[in-house]
């Protein structure tokens, strides 16, 4: 165990992540940084947020990117644009990219 504060038991740790308030969930939907930004910043990833352009490295919609549309901090997705699919009906809905998978 390397945090004496922080349990390390499964349950307890899915449930502090499941319950998570919306201001705990900002910080733990953070996307990774590209290389160029990495040393610019000296930082590995960030909170992603509005407006901010994502390349996604994983899943169906692999190698595509787009400018983050909403981050939907309830059900742990971000919307990216451009990124969706028709419905029977002919609308358009958004596919909820996962933060981990950009």
């Known amino acids: 165990k390397t945090h004496t504060s922080v349990s390390s038991q499964r ?5 502090a992540h499941f319950t998570a308030t919306s201001t705990l969930r900002r910080k733990i939907m953070s996307c ?5 930004l990495k040393t610019k910043y000296d930082v590995r990833s960030i909170p992603v947020r509005k407006g901010d352009v994502v390349k996604i490295v994983r899943g169906s919609q692999k190698g595509r990117d787009g400018k983050v549309t ?12 451009k990124v969706q699919r028709d419905k029977a ?11 981990s998978n950009c």
């Open 89 to 99: 009906n002919g609308q358009q809905v958004q596919i909820p990219i996962s933060s």
């Open 11 to 15: 349950r307890k740790s899915r449930k």
């Open 70 to 81: 909403a981050v939907y901090r309830k059900k742990w997705c971000l919307h990216v644009e």
């Open 32 to 36: 990774h940084l590209s290389k160029d």
